[in-house]
């Protein structure tokens, strides 16, 4: 039996290690919510969910248990993407561009829909108003687009 509790169970990241979270809060993941319903004193193994990642969405899912997000504009104002969200959610979502897409892939396996909202106004609002060389900087690709490329495009 691996509920600890009545109150939180035990989520497993990929590299396997324990979380351990209370269940009111892990029950905002409609994933974790289905589970415990279907399968109430078993961990949860995350096999595509590294431990960083999934500490990273439990620390969210932790703090708004008690405190729904803030609805997040669609699409973004053209406003500093700090005055859009509340300071708690910008400040836990101001991370590298590569972690901000882990727990966005995240956020939609486990099927928490203002996180993914979170997550993807937060790369929207990184890419708003640049071109497609500035965009592919920001999200870190590799920068194989030359300008002749381009010129080559625009002719056909």
């Given at each position: 039996m691996d509920l600890i509790g009545d109150s939180s169970i035990i989520l497993l990241s990929s590299d396997l290690q324990q979380i351990i979270i209370d269940k009111n809060s892990a029950e905002l993941s409609n994933f974790i919510k289905k589970f415990i319903?279907?399968?109430?004193?078993?961990?949860?193994?995350?096999?595509?969910?590294?431990?960083?990642?999934?500490?990273?969405?439990?620390?969210?899912?932790?703090?708004?248990?008690?405190?729904?997000?803030?609805?997040?504009?669609?699409?973004?104002?053209?406003?500093?993407?700090?005055?859009?969200?509340?300071?708690?959610?910008?400040?836990?979502?101001?991370?590298?561009?590569?972690?901000?897409?882990?727990?966005?892939?995240?956020?939609?396996?486990?099927?928490i829909r203002p996180l993914l909202n979170l997550t993807c106004a937060k790369i929207s609002s990184l890419i708003k108003g640049k071109n497609p060389i500035e965009i592919r900087r920001v999200l870190g690709f590799k920068d194989d687009i030359d300008e002749s490329d381009n010129n080559e495009e625009k002719m056909e």
């Amino acid at each position: 039996m691996d509920l600890i509790g009545d109150s939180s169970i035990i989520l497993l990241s990929s590299d396997l290690q324990q979380i351990i979270i209370d269940k009111n809060s892990a029950e905002l993941s409609n994933f974790i919510k289905k589970f415990i319903e279907d399968f109430p004193n078993e961990t949860i193994h995350f096999q595509n969910i590294d431990y960083d990642t999934l500490l990273k969405v439990t620390e969210y899912l932790e703090y708004h248990k008690d405190k729904k997000p803030k609805k997040i504009p669609k699409p973004l104002p053209n406003k500093d993407f700090k005055e859009i969200i509340e300071e708690w959610d910008y400040n836990f979502i101001d991370i590298d561009t590569n972690r901000v897409f882990k727990i966005m892939e995240a956020a939609n396996f486990m099927d928490i829909r203002p996180l993914l909202n979170l997550t993807c106004a937060k790369i929207s609002s990184l890419i708003k108003g640049k071109n497609p060389i500035e965009i592919r900087r920001v999200l870190g690709f590799k920068d194989d687009i030359d300008e002749s490329d381009n010129n080559e495009e625009k002719m056909e």
